[in-house]
């Protein structure tokens, strides 16, 4: 994919310059321009993470290779029958479709709670990054379990790393997309030789030593959930629920010429959600037979997930560059979307000093090691709260004319606050987060029927409470 097509891209994911109108025919993109893009974005900081943390929560050879198989061919089918295709159909970014259904008021709020969670996402890789970059310094990397920062030397570098991130963010996307361009490619490198160096360094000669590595499972480190097969496929189905089934990437599918360009999402599912993944956990295996990790587990304690440290100790150098350029790459562009959140809420403030407010937000995160360490959990939570936004989307797209519902009633209506959709969101986030709660649900495990409970609510609510437009 050229470098323009990146630039493109990555604006329009945020909005593009088409926010409240459909693209026209002679914007539209083929194929090739999104196959790049999710290749790259989805093989990224969050994958040294998450990797290593399937290690830590027990799981078999079995649940961890054919879970991520079955999962991510779901969040696959999901971009491509429901996204994409919806996206094909209306071309209309999420904000203005969700604006034309919800009304502005409702889509404020939608907007607030995107906004702080995509800075706590940004935040958890500048955690990333600064597991790298603390390496020069001899820093004590973060424990599995810490919460709080560890030390001075930490704050510092989280600091700096994340004014850096923040002012390039500011700067606009020319220079945070042509930088991406390149950097992916050396990213996927970096997964793959790390991978391979793992392989070796754990004497692997022949797939049964490779399946050996997680074997029948294990029980979960301290302090983790143990995972079972269908928490790896669930977990992977939705982990990223907000963009699929939740609609975000509507933005991005709106420029494509057919929804077939939905089956493109399989780069980035099978390039960093299988492959980064599996890598990153080889490299925490390795980790797991050294001396200090078998000094933590004799201690009943969590061996540490540093990124950083890991890949160093794969390929060195390389390694420590690759780790700080992930976490960097995966930050910056989550700042400027939550940047435009913001400046959904406050138009009158300029682009550059909401991007500045998102990225001091998403530093302050970054100091708290627990949304990098807990990112399994965030991710789920993540998704459990804006993936039934993308519901009443569906529902009503699909639905309407059965349902004998109006078709974008906030903006027929002239409503700025859609009561249907808030109860029907309200009810459905409340019964479910409260059996999560209440009963030690994984949460991942009810954000399906979440997001189901949201669309038959919503079309209910307003077949009730609608007034006909004839």
Not at 329 to 337: D, E
Request: aromatic share 16%; net charge neutral; proline share 4%.
């Amino acid at each position: 994919m050229s470098q323009h097509n990146i630039e493109e891209e990555i604006e329009e994911i945020a909005g593009g310059e088409f926010e409240r109108e459909p693209v026209p025919r002679s914007k539209l993109k083929s194929w090739k321009s999104f196959l790049g893009m999710y290749a790259g974005e989805h093989a990224a900081g969050t994958e040294f993470m998450i990797g290593p943390l399937f290690l830590t929560a027990g799981v078999s050879a079995f649940d961890l290779i054919v879970g991520l198989l079955i999962g991510n061919l779901l969040a696959v089918l999901s971009w491509r029958f429901l996204t994409a295709k919806i996206a094909v159909e209306n071309r209309l970014t999420l904000y203005y479709q969700l604006e034309k259904i919800c009304g502005k008021k409702l889509v404020t709020g939608y907007n607030l709670a995107n906004g702080i969670l995509f800075c706590f996402l940004a935040g958890s890789m500048i955690t990333v990054s600064a597991t790298a970059v603390g390496i020069p310094f001899d820093m004590e990397m973060p424990k599995l379990t810490d919460t709080m920062p560890n030390g001075m030397t930490w704050v510092i570098i989280v600091i700096v790393i994340g004014a850096v991130i923040s002012l390039i963010a500011s700067k606009g996307y020319d220079t945070v997309s042509k930088a991406a361009n390149w950097m992916s490619p050396v990213i996927v490198l970096a997964f793959v030789a790390c991978g391979v160096v793992a392989l070796n360094q754990l004497g692997v000669k022949s797939f049964s030593d490779f399946w050996n590595i997680w074997g029948e499972g294990s029980e979960p480190f301290p302090g983790q959930l143990k995972y079972t097969f269908w928490h790896v496929v669930i977990w992977s189905w939705f982990a990223n629920a907000a963009m699929h089934i939740g609609m975000s990437d509507l933005s991005v599918f709106r420029f494509a010429k057919k929804a077939d360009s939905g089956w493109t999402t399989a780069a980035g599912m099978y390039v960093g959600h299988y492959m980064a993944w599996i890598a990153a956990a080889l490299l925490y295996a390795v980790y797991l037979k050294s001396p200090e990790a078998q000094a933590f587990l004799s201690n009943g304690e969590a061996p540490p997930v540093a990124p950083g440290p890991l890949a160093n100790n794969a390929i060195g150098i390389f390694g420590i560059i690759a780790v700080v350029l992930a976490g960097w790459t995966t930050a910056n562009p989550t700042i400027y979307r939550a940047g435009l959140a913001f400046q959904a809420i406050i138009p009158k403030v300029s682009t550059f000093w909401v991007t500045i407010i998102a990225g001091t937000v998403a530093t302050i995160a970054g100091l708290f090691p627990a949304f990098a360490m807990k990112l399994l959990g965030f991710v789920a939570l993540y998704g459990f709260i804006l993936a039934p936004f993308g519901a009443i989307i569906v529902f009503e797209h699909f639905f309407h004319k059965q349902a004998g519902i109006v078709k974008n009633y906030a903006e027929v209506a002239s409503i700025k606050f859609n009561n249907s959709v808030f109860f029907a969101w309200a009810i459905s986030f409340g019964l479910f987060y409260f059996i999560s709660i209440q009963f030690n649900v994984f949460l991942s495990f009810v954000t399906l029927p979440a997001w189901l409970l949201c669309g038959i609510l919503f079309l209910v609510f307003s077949k009730r409470f609608q007034k006909s437009f004839s």
